[in-house]
């Protein structure tokens, strides 16, 4: 389902209401965007910025890791080495033979990543929801503290590479049990 990019009932803060609750300038959070990616507010119909709660608590991540002394990099270093990085995954994902060798590529980019991989029922408030497992033994979560430069990377590249894994899996399943049907005849 493509998400429509204008206006919901959800994102209603103009840039200069969330700059105000943070404490930031509007230009400093449009800086953030461009730099980082996220969060990526809704637009209305004369194109302004619309932001979430969801949108402004990731602002607020970015901001305490700053006000802490994180090093979050140059300008578009942390874009340009997140697209490097989840396209490396992607071909690693697409060269698998088996839905194993998909879950091990994967849980070896979140710990590329810097992140942590658990098992789902030792899951707490640092899991992110995507199980890295694939159906291949015990359900893995993967996880990184809240707020971390790990956490807002991982938001951000684990989605894509997720549902790309988790189509190779399921054609890697149909054309194991193509192989292993008797031929019709």
């Given amino acids: ?90 071909r690693a994902v697409l060269r698998a033979r088996t839905p194993a060798e998909v879950r091990d590529l994967v849980v070896a980019f979140v710990r590329i990543s810097g992140g942590d991989v658990i098992a789902a029922d030792r899951s707490g408030a640092d899991a992110l929801p995507f199980d890295l497992s694939f159906g291949e033994g015990e359900p893995l979560l993967p996880a990184a503290e809240k707020p971390s430069v790990v956490r807002l990377r991982l938001e951000r590249t684990l989605p894509a590479l997720h549902e790309d894994a988790r189509r190779i899996v399921a054609l890697l399943r149909a054309a194991s049990d193509a192989r292993s049907d008797p031929p019709a005849g």
Avoid: C
Avoid at 57 to 64: G, T
């Fill in 1 to 90: 389902m493509i998400q429509d990019r204008f206006v919901s009932d959800q994102a209603e803060l103009r840039v200069g209401e969330v700059a105000e609750r943070l404490g930031v300038s509007a230009s400093t959070i449009r800086l953030w965007e461009r730099r980082f990616g996220m969060p990526r507010p809704l637009r209305s119909v004369g194109g302004h910025r619309r932001y979430s709660e969801a949108n402004v608590e990731q602002l607020r991540a970015l901001r305490d890791l700053f006000g802490r002394g994180h090093p979050l990099g140059r300008p578009d270093e942390g874009s340009k080495g997140d697209v490097e990085a989840i396209l490396a995954a992607t």
